[in-house]
């Protein structure tokens, strides 16, 4: 079973930097697929990025350029570095895990943190 923990959300201005961390827990992180979802109010979940036990990375359109996802086998966290923000990408922002031979099914199914929260505004 896997727990994953995000941190990092907060309050940014428009075109400022935010790092989100995921951290996870109770079983080997090396051999899951993470990606990041968000959710804003009254809209549908949509996928972010995600990135693969082979470190291959995918991102919507929307944040392409501006956001990265990373992953650190050692310290068991996933990253999602979040620059050039606009108030588009206010939302709460969930971590999820598949294993990675599962990556090509979706997130659906897989294992969720409870989520942070991202505001942008001025």
């Known amino acids: 079973q896997l727990q994953l923990v995000e941190s990092g959300g907060g309050l940014v201005q428009p075109g400022g930097s935010l790092r989100l961390s995921c951290a996870a827990s109770?079983?080997?992180?090396?051999?899951?697929?993470y990606g990041w979802f968000r959710q804003a109010p009254g809209k549908q979940r949509e996928l972010v990025a995600t990135i693969t036990a082979g470190h291959s990375t995918n991102y919507t359109d929307s944040v392409k350029g501006r956001f990265t996802i990373s992953r650190d086998n050692a310290q068991s966290t996933v990253y999602l570095q979040m620059n050039s923000l606009k108030p588009e990408d206010t939302a709460v922002y969930y971590c999820?895990?598949?294993?990675?031979?599962?990556?090509?099914?979706?997130?659906?199914?897989?294992?969720w943190g409870q989520g942070t929260q991202v505001t942008v505004s001025s």
């Open positions: 999820t895990a598949v294993a990675d031979s599962d990556y090509v099914r979706g997130f659906e199914r897989g294992y």
């Open positions: 109770g079983s080997i992180f090396r051999f899951y697929a």
